[in-house]
């Protein structure tokens, strides 16, 4: 994973500056055990969500939009993959990773293939692509694929601890094909239950004729149907060529504050 904060283009009004919080919590070893592990669409096993509880302790604390490292053996050796954390701190019961399997991918294969039980070690909280509270702006979550997951988490403990008051809310949510969009109905839930969150999905390559909705990549998105920019803060998140591109139209347009992580 990569982070950082894009410096915005300046607007005619001054903005309140938004600085990167300090550090909440402490990251540390944890002892995961495996709850279950299962297809999020079930008729295209590509992405599947994999939930952990700990041993001996609860579910640690952490901000929306960190990560754990997760490692198991390879070849002899202790290796290590970072995740992002799709659930929400509010809830105790389970933590939760989106993972898409890779071809040829050793971390993705394993976890999706361990029993329920398993016991795995893991250090976490990690990261600090999270957003600064209070909120100051409207904000805008640009995501391709798995990088929807901590947006996840963000706007379930935005909705959980009321922080939505005075702003409006977007996911701006790109895949290849319509079967790609994971957690599609709690975004769409979402919607129907918040007046000011707007869900934005986009299809670059739509396989059936029954999908009316947007087609082509996030930038189209971004640039039709966003607007007010300056008084708008952006989250990106995604694979490196999407989230430099996305991160280089939001300078231009004058985004108030941008911030990204990119996946490799």
């Avoid at 607007?11 to 055990?33: D, L, N």
């Avoid at 754990?68 to 509010?90: L, N, Q, V």
């Avoid at 839930?189 to 947007?214: L, Q």
Wanted: aromatic share 14%; proline share 7%.
């Amino acid at each position: 994973m990569i982070r950082g904060t894009a410096p915005a283009k300046a607007v005619a009004v001054p903005k309140p500056a938004v600085q990167e919080p300090p550090v909440k919590f402490r990251s540390g070893k944890h002892t995961v055990i495996v709850k279950e592990v299962f297809d999020i669409a079930p008729k295209f096993p590509q992405t599947y969500l994999i939930r952990f509880t700990f041993e001996n302790e609860p579910v640690f604390d952490f901000e929306p939009g960190q990560f754990i490292s997760i490692f198991a053996e390879k070849d002899g050796k202790r290796i290590s993959r970072p995740y992002s954390i799709a659930s929400w701190p509010e809830n105790k019961d389970y933590l939760e990773l989106c993972i898409k399997i890779v071809e040829g991918g050793f971390m993705s294969n394993y976890l999706y293939h361990v029993s329920p039980g398993t016991k795995l070690q893991s250090i976490g909280p990690l990261g600090r692509f999270v957003i600064p509270e209070p909120i100051r702006y409207d904000t805008v979550f640009v995501a391709t694929g798995t990088g929807v997951a901590p947006f996840v988490s963000m706007l379930g403990h935005i909705w959980a601890q009321g922080l939505d008051a005075g702003h409006e809310f977007h996911v701006v949510f790109g895949v290849r094909y319509v079967h790609d969009l994971i957690y599609r109905s709690l975004i769409e839930k979402w919607e129907r239950e918040h007046s000011n969150f707007h869900f934005y999905p986009t299809i670059s390559r739509p396989e059936t004729p029954d999908w009316k909705g947007r087609v082509g990549y996030v930038q189209k998105v971004i640039e039709n149907d966003i607007n007010d920019y300056g008084n708008k803060q952006v989250f990106i998140c995604g694979l490196h060529d999407m989230v430099e591109d996305v991160k280089n139209l939001c300078q231009r347009l004058g985004f108030a504050y941008v911030r990204f992580e990119k996946w490799d």
